[in-house]
């Protein structure tokens, strides 16, 4: 069934059907407003983002489980990169009249599946018809202790710059997707169905490991710069320490320029923190405890926000951030 015959309310309504509301849900979806709680002494952390068709995804390339997969594991990778617990999630769709309902009903199922994953409840959301683009709007509601969320301006000279898992994967997959290339699968993977770093920023925010943190979406060096400058401080990163998945190196080994991705490929969804010294042996014993890898890449040093990188060869050279801008490319 097309959804311009099924119609917005009923539409609505197999969605509302879908849903199983958790225990901090007192009102979810059906009413003008969710009413919700916090557990005591938490702050509330809000995140947005917009997906649409044809910038963000393309329905040649994604199906519609994975995209809705992916549209819930940006927005909780934010929380995550806060220090939060994801809680509550909001859903904006607008579609064509053509579009079917088991797309839409595939799309939910990726939603739904992540959120439930991280025991996130969908408690609203609005429904409009798209005269052209899919357009998706999701937001995120978690908390955090009051206080304890961590932002992009707390990292201090001598700072260890860490990362999680493997960088460039998703930006590599793009690249040969747009060159006609069929991706490894877990290249693939790393692009349609990233993983949001949710248990990592949890528990670096519930033990106050990190002193900033940010999540990679648009790439290593564009969201460095943005710690960096949020903290009036310089970064140095390492080119050979930088976290390369096997497969990213196979691909490198043959075209070397491919590199570049890992600095400035998009869509990572990693967490990148800053640890004062002191800590980093707790942080190593987290990585054990989430089987995930955590490198440490840099360090921060006295500045004003300028990132530099040392080559494999020891020269240090100043980085031009060309990290994704959706109005200016550069
Ligand atoms: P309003 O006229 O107040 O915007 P709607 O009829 O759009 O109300 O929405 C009715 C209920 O359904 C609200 O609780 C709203 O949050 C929820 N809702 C609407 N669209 C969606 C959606 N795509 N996903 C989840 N909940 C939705
Ligand atoms: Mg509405």
Known sequence: MKLRDLGEFKLIDRIRRQVVDGAEVHRGIGDDAAVLSLPDGHHLLT???LLIEDV???????DCETLGHK?????????????????????????PGETEWDDINAFLNGVLNEAARHNVTLVGGDTCR???????SVTVEGSALAHQAIG??????????MVSGTLGDSALALHLLRNGIEPEPELLARHHQPTAQVELG??????????SMIDISDGLASDLEHIL?????????????????????????????LLGLALDGGEDYELLFTVAPEKAAEVAALCIKLNLPITAIGMIQVGSGSLSLQDKSGAVRPVLVKGYDHFCRS
Not at 237 to 256: M, N, V, W, Y
Request: aromatic share 6%.
């Open 47 to 49: 995140s947005t983002d």
């Open 56 to 62: 963000h995804f393309c329905l040649a390339w994604t």
């Open 71 to 95: 549209a819930v594991a940006v927005n909780l990778s934010d929380i995550a990169a806060m220090g939060g617990t994801p809680r509550f999630l909001y859903l904006g769709l607008a579609c």
């Open 130 to 136: 798209s005269p052209g683009p899919w357009m998706i």
């Open 152 to 161: 992009r301006d707390g990292a201090q000279p001598g700072d260890l710059i």
């Open 202 to 211: 949890r528990l670096l925010g519930e033990h106050r490991l990190a002193r």
């Open 229 to 257: 400058q949020a903290s009036q401080v310089d970064g140095q990163i390492e080119e050979g320490k930088l976290p390369l998945s096997e497969c990213f190196r196979k691909h490198a080994d043959t075209q070397p320029d």
